[in-house]
T-cell receptor, first 117, second 115 residues
Framework: GAVVSQHPSRVICKSGTSVKIECRSL??????MFWYRQFPKKSLMLMAT?????????EQGVEKDKFLINHASLTLSTLTVTSAHPEDSSFYIC?????????????FGPGTRLTVL | AQSVSQHNHHVILSEAASLELGCNYS??????LFWYVQYPGQHLQLLLK??????LVKGIKGFEAEFIKSKFSFNLRKPSVQWSDTAEYFC?????????????FGKGTKLSVIP
């Protein structure tokens, strides 16, 4: 149980296009989902916290208009990178926290490798 | 805001060697501490966690970690590593208290175990 999937696993796009990444909790309801960005040789940086049915909370320095997050249901959150540029190339990871679960109950997706040409 | 530092970027060990990965955190209050592992090509998995009680925590696959409050440390240990332990290890922290779910990660330590 407690599986989180991400789709796609890899995406290559041209500069200026938008890319949507999906994060799904497959066997539990996730009231809260988190989006992270992982740079080479650096830690996972929290980008935003997404609560089902409400607007995402973005971390300082993360452009909300560039990284659109939608948590439309208890099992799905999407991250859309709008007008992507090469500097947006990175590894994006989501995690999900189950309803009524404690802080330790976060499960991570396998990540999405975005390459912007 | 809290922060986490991991001292080693890359550790290379031979099989059967003992492992200790350093983790220090910075935060003025009580925290919950975690170690996650990311095997090549796989997603992050929880190795072990500390919330309260015995500061020596045992996790999966023979790993353990010791919380030393006076040193703000939560070092990960394993007495004898295997080739299959080759992975990247992340220390993370959450401030204790209701509503705190935002993990702050260290930069990670890559462990390479040579057969």
């Amino acid at each position: 149980g407690a599986v989180v999937s991400q789709h796609p696993s890899r995406v290559i796009c041209k500069s200026g296009t938008s890319v949507k990444i999906e994060c799904r909790s497959l066997d539990f309801q996730a009231t809260t989902m988190f989006w992270y960005r992982q740079f080479p040789k650096k830690s996972l940086m929290l980008m935003a916290t997404s609560n089902e049915g409400s607007k995402a909370t973005y971390e300082q320095g993360v452009e909300k208009d560039k990284f659109l997050i939608n948590h439309a249901s208890l099992t799905l959150s999407t991250l859309t990178v709008t007008s992507a540029h090469p500097e947006d190339s990175s590894f994006y990871i989501c995690s999900a926290r189950a309803r009524l679960a404690g802080a330790s109950e976060q499960f991570f997706g396998p990540g999405t490798r975005l390459t912007v040409l | 805001a809290q922060s986490v530092s991991q001292h080693n970027h890359h550790v290379i060990l031979s099989e059967a060697a003992s492992l200790e990965l350093g983790c220090n955190y910075s935060y003025g209050g009580t925290v919950n501490l975690f170690w996650y592992v990311q095997y090549p090509g796989q997603h992050l998995q929880l190795l072990l966690k500390y919330f309260s009680g015995d500061p020596l925590v045992k996790g999966i696959k023979g790993f353990e970690a010791e919380f030393i409050k006076s040193k703000f440390s939560f070092n990960l240990r394993k007495p004898s590593v295997q080739w299959s332990d080759t992975a990247e290890y992340f220390c993370a922290v959450i401030p204790s208290g209701a509503g705190s779910y935002q993990l702050t990660f260290g930069k990670g330590t890559k462990l390479s175990v040579i057969p």
